[in-house]
């Protein structure tokens, strides 16, 4: 029988002890780390390219990318089909997928409202942030001579219904829902014309084959600044607004009452069922992208309203809002 050599039996098992331990503070430190991407995520627009959800997103994604705020990239991708159905399909079909993300507008409670077929409940949907409030103005191209509010209602009630064109994004969306708001206050009719993004709108009017619209600040800011449209009034509370789109009359201060306000939520949501930890890496990206000079630069020169919103407060806003698109929807004839 051979001799046990007991020193090198210590050195064995110091080593295992050590590579074992090793093994267990890996494992441990794994299960403790917080969860991150593996792989690019999805940032669904639910809108067509160049409108005020388009131009939001890739900016968001800019500064994610310029301070390398996320290990993996978030990629745009346009879903703006069916007034954004084509989006909230999507995201319905992908319950637990942690690498998608969407970037939200007020279709958001208009479409499954117009569209019950879908069988979206966007209550399901995981919050992540609000991000801002986005407004609205009415704009007209400036060659029209057009200046100022009640020049506009002349215009319109001159031209009638079938001649008075008003390009806006989708049928039952913000811009519809705003055009009807219009033609509730003024008595006049128009010629509704749909597009898939508030950017195509912007530039049918530059081109003149429409006549007015109601486009975001974002969507007309860089005409308004080569004078080639004007803004007529803004849909939003005396005060709401700074810099230069402060500059411009409210209808309240016009004198046309203070039930001439809308906003668009500018949101980001996640599908149904993803893990608290993954919730928790978005809003907690999105915060630092909310809180750099950039997003807050961002919301002064394209005349949004500040509004950080999460969890379960977000949810409820939401729900708020979807039943108070409920009503205007079935005043304007788009539900029953």
């Known amino acids: 029988m051979k001799s046990i050599n007991v020193g090198k039996l210590a050195l064995i098992g110091a080593a295992f002890g050590l590579a074992f331990g090793g093994a267990v503070t890996a494992i441990s430190g794994d299960a403790n780390a917080q969860w991150q991407p593996r792989k690019p995520v999805e940032f669904v627009i639910m809108a ?17 990318e310029k301070h390398k705020m996320s290990p993996k990239p978030l990629v745009p991708i346009n879903k703006g089909g069916g007034s954004g159905a084509e989006a909230l399909s999507y995201l319905k079909s992908k319950p637990g997928d942690p690498h998608i993300i969407m970037a939200t507008l007020n279709s958001l409670y208009t479409t499954p409202l117009r569209q019950p077929g879908l069988g979206v409940d966007i209550a399901t949907f995981t919050p992540i942030a609000r991000m801002a409030e986005d407004t609205f103005q009415l704009w007209v191209h400036s060659d029209t001579g ?29 811009d519809s829902l ?17 597009y898939k993004g508030g950017g195509k709108v912007a530039k049918e009017l530059i081109g003149k084959h429409i006549d ?27 005060g ?16 046309y009452g203070s039930d001439m306000v809308y906003y668009m939520q500018r949101s980001v949501v996640a599908p149904a069922n993803i893990g608290k930890d993954v919730q928790k890496f978005y ?43 409920k009503k205007l929807l079935k005043a304007s004839g788009e539900i029953k």
Do not use: C
């Open 240 to 255: 709401k607004l700074k810099g230069k789109f402060g500059g411009i009359p409210t209808f309240e201060e016009l004198g």
């Open 48 to 64: 067509g390219q160049g409108g005020g959800a388009d131009r939001l997103a890739r900016f968001i994604q800019s500064i994610i």
């Open 212 to 238: 007015s619209t109601v486009n975001n600040p974002s969507e007309q800011a860089g005409f308004w600044d080569a004078g080639k449209s004007r803004p007529l009034a803004s849909f939003t509370p005396k």
């Open 178 to 194: 705003v055009t009807a708001m219009l033609e509730k206050k003024f008595g006049f009719k128009v010629t509704y014309i749909p």
């Open 283 to 325: 809003v907690d990206l999105f915060q630092k992208v909310y809180q750099s000079a950039e997003w807050q630069g961002y919301l002064s020169k394209k005349g949004l309203i500040p509004g950080w919103l999460t969890g379960q407060a977000l949810t409820d806003y939401f729900i708020a809002e979807r039943a108070a698109h």
């Open 146 to 174: 057009i200046k100022t509010v009640d020049e506009y209602v002349k215009a319109v009630k001159k031209a009638g219904a079938r001649n008075w064109k008003m390009g806006g994004t989708g049928k039952g969306q913000e």
